[in-house]
């Protein structure tokens, strides 16, 4: 072979490297750190628990028929990756499945299966709940199931991004229990607070106002979306005298220790940060609004 030819070899081996390298970029590295990626999906799975005064099952069942239309529509959630489960009474229990114990157990062990750590997983609590030996007690029908027991069903589930929202009394109770890497936790109050918790019926409509985007990038953050429910709440308690009943919590740093004020991250170096990267929907306050209009 002569110097050319050898020279016109090599050319060629190097520019079939350089094009594999361009054309695969998955395989050269897409998948090799811990958070979810633009190829994960994502899984949703929205519980409501027993309430028994219909005024507020009526508010609860509007967050969660609210929610899912959000996610489907906004985030662009797979249908068959999202479940709702609910209450027999709950006027959207026709297109759902009742949330016992045994049902979400199952559910959670399926997602266990199949969701990948590229995945993001969202759960979201919304009822009642009580605090039971310093424990928290959500209230479904048939068997209650303390937080111990949710937060052992999520650690089976690989996403390695998952957000975890307990709108319900003493939700506080739960989150040292459910933080962890790439965990967000959300509890609509303290673990001293024991009354109904109205975060959900703020954080929906939350999520597609432009009074949340601060940073004006035309989207809202989760950490944009808690800031303008505490700013709500502080206005409906204000507004009418009330003492304060409920303050929400939010824990992203994994130290186990919420935050009341985690829009002041950059001040305190505690939690917000993470929140303040995550975006529920890949779109444009203006497109989400759209949809949500269809
Ligand atoms: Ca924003
Ligand atoms: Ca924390």
New binding site residues.
Partial sequence: MTGMANMKKIVAVVTLICLVESVMPVAAGGHQGSGPTEEGDTYVLIVGGIIKEPTQQRAKDMVMSNLRSYFLKSCKVKPDHMSVFVDRSSSIHKDSRTSTAENLKRAMQGLSKHARPADRFIFYYVGQANAVAKKLRLNLPGEDITHEQLAHWLNGISASSKLIVLDCPAAGLAIKDMTGKGRTVIAGCTGQQHYSTRFGEYFVPALTDSS??????????LL?AFTLVSRRLDEWYGQRHLFRTETPLLEDNADGIPSRQPWKYRQSGGDGLIASQLFLSPEKLKEVADEQQE
């Fill in positions: 949340s985007d601060t940073d004006g990038d035309s989207r809202v953050s944009e």
